[in-house]
Nanobody, 124 residues
C-alpha cells in the first residue's frame, strides 16, 4: 500500500514537499511515480524514480523546479516542489511500477499500485 501526504495550501512561488510511504511490499524493487490530477482534468505524469534511485524522469513542465527522491530504508519517496504555480493545483498521487525498470516510465498504465492522493492548492 502507498500513502501520499504533505499536500496543503501554498501561495504561488512557494514550496511543498510530498511524501509517499509504502507498506506491505518490497519498496526497493519498485519504481515510484508521481502523478497529478487537476480539477476536471485527466491525471498526468509529474516525475518518476527508478527502484535504486539512480534514474529519474520529469515532465517538461516541472523540470528545474521539482525534485524526486527516495529512501529505500525508510520505504518513502519524496517530491520536492518549488516555485509552484496556481495551475499546479491538483490532487497528487504516488504510484508503484512493480517491474524494476532501469529507466522509470511516465506511462500511467505501467503503474500497478496507487495510493490515495494528497491535495495541493496553489493560490495566486
Amino acid at each position: 500500500q502507498l500513502q501520499a501526504c504533505g499536500g496543503g495550501l501554498v501561495q504561488a512561488g512557494g514550496s511543498l514537499r510530498l511524501s509517499c510511504t509504502a507498506s506491505g511490499r518490497t519498496f526497493s524493487n519498485v519504481n515510484i511515480g508521481w502523478f497529478r490530477q487537476p480539477p476536471g482534468k485527466v491525471r498526468e505524469f509529474v516525475a518518476a524514480i527508478n527502484y535504486n534511485g539512480l534514474a529519474v524522469h520529469y515532465a517538461d513542465s516541472v523540470k528545474g523546479r521539482f525534485t524526486i527522491a527516495r529512501d529505500n530504508g525508510e520505504m518513502t519517496a519524496y517530491l520536492q516542489m518549488n516555485s509552484l504555480r496556481p495551475d499546479e493545483t491538483a490532487v497528487y498521487y504516488c504510484a508503484a511500477d512493480g517491474t524494476p525498470r532501469s529507466y522509470p516510465s511516465s506511462s500511467i498504465r505501467l503503474y500497478d499500485y496507487w495510493g490515495r492522493g494528497t491535495l495541493v492548492t496553489v493560490s495566486s
